[in-house]
Structures are given as C-alpha cells and as structure tokens.
C-alpha cells in the first residue's frame, strides 16, 4: 500500500543547478499538488493539477515547473536553483470519492538544501 | 481565496492537561475543514476533517474539534495529553476548483505542541 511516494529524500544542490522532485501515486487521484513547508511559514502550494495535462499555479510558482502526462506521476522541476528554495518540499493527492473525499495524503517529503 | 489563521505557533501542557490548539479561518462557510498532524521528520497525516455533517468531529488519538460558523473557528482539542502527541498540527480550509469542492487546500502557519512529563 504505497500511497504517495516522493524521490529523493534528501538533496543537496549547488545555486545555478537544475534538478526534478518526483511524485507517484498509487490511488488513482485526480488531483495532486506541491507544497513546500518553510519554518513558520506552514505550507504554501507551489504547483497543482486536477488531472493529466492540467496544471495551475499556487501561490509561490516562481522558479519551479510541473508537467502531468499521467494520472500516476507529478514532478517537480527546479530550473536554476537559489538558496531561496532551500526548504522542505511535500507532494500530496487528494482522493475525489467517497468518505476520503478531499482528503490529502501527503509523501514523506524531500528535503532540499541549495548551497 | 480563503485564510487560515493559528494562533500560537508553539503550545505547552503537561501531560494529561487539556489540550487546545486554535484555529480561525477567514471564509463564512468552507466547503471542508481539517486537521493534519506531523511527527518530525514525516510528512502529514489526517487528524480529522469537517463535512457539515455534524460540527462535533471526532478524529484520532482522542482529539477532536468543533466547527463554529459564527465564531468562524475549527479549534482542536484533546481532554489529556500523551506525551506522544508532541507534534506540530496544521488547521487547512478547502476551496472548491471550477465549482467543485475537490481543490486547492489552504493551510495556517502551524502550532508545535509540546508535552511536559
């Protein structure tokens, strides 16, 4: 019972680098998103997508893109990479049925640090 | 867009003291309310969630919380502390996309929570 999986856990990048966050699913949710968890600041959405080929921005997009070509995966791509995105980020999936409807389950995350 | 307001980033209590954490959200009536809750180091779970169905929610490891519409409050309770439930616990409100209530989720800043032996 996977759930949500995130790759890798733990990242260290240099300023300037590129690299992709990778989110899978398991449960056949329509709707995933991206968050990034700073201290104090709770979780703020980057990027979400109601299903293959969709997706919007959430509140702090600058610097990241997402592409959903399945209903299975959604990565996270950091084009150039600041100290500014060092922080923790989570994808999660939100289930569109029954009792679980609305609920988001999250990954373990992936921490990232850009040095 | 909706706003999510906790208030008191960090809460102490001893261990079998009542437990409140507060939460006031910004909307007249959101579609969903939540309670998530994350141990270090792991990612979120669910600790219970409003439908309308009733505004006593009860959730897991004993706590629950009360959906008031006129205070515009979701706050989280726990009768007695454990010293496991030391954790940081987030309030989020749903916001419903192209008119559905399936959508963008809306999270406060966070409370740790610390329980004294």
């Known amino acids: 019972n996977a759930g949500v999986t995130q790759t890798p856990k733990f990242q260290v990048l240099k300023t300037g680098q590129s690299m992709t966050l990778q989110c899978a699913q398991d449960?056949?949710?329509?709707?995933m998103s991206w968050y990034r968890q700073d201290p104090g600041m709770g979780l703020r959405l980057i990027h979400y997508?109601?299903?293959?080929?969709?997706?919007d921005q959430g509140e702090v997009p600058n610097g990241y893109n997402v592409s959903r070509s399945t209903t299975e995966d959604f990565p996270l791509r950091l084009l150039s990479a600041a100290p500014s995105q060092t922080s923790v980020y989570f994808c999660?999936?939100?289930?569109?049925?029954?009792?679980?409807?609305?609920?988001?389950?999250f990954g373990a995350g992936t921490r990232l640090s850009v040095l | 867009a909706q706003s999510v307001t906790q208030l008191g980033s960090h809460v102490s209590v001893s261990e079998g003291a009542l437990v409140l954490l507060r939460c006031n959200y910004s909307?007249?009536?959101?579609?969903?309310l939540f309670w998530y809750v994350q141990y270090p180091n792991q990612g979120l779970q669910l600790l219970l969630k409003?439908?309308?169905?009733?505004?006593l929610v009860k959730g897991i490891n004993g706590f629950e919380a009360e959906f008031k519409k006129s205070e515009t409050s979701f706050h989280l309770t726990k009768p007695s502390a454990h010293m496991r439930d030391a954790a940081e616990y987030f309030c989020?409100?749903?916001?419903?996309?192209?008119?559905?209530?399936?959508?963008?989720?809306?999270f406060g800043r966070g409370t740790q929570l610390t329980v004294w032996p």
């Open positions: 999660a999936s939100t289930s569109n049925t029954g009792e679980a409807k609305n609920i988001q389950y």
């Open positions: 449960m056949n949710h329509e709707y």
């Open positions: 997508s109601v299903g293959a080929g969709i997706t």
């Open positions: 909307s007249s009536v959101p579609p969903y």
């Open positions: 409003y439908t309308s169905a009733a505004t």
């Open positions: 989020a409100v749903s916001e419903g996309y192209r008119g559905s209530t399936l959508g963008r989720l809306y």
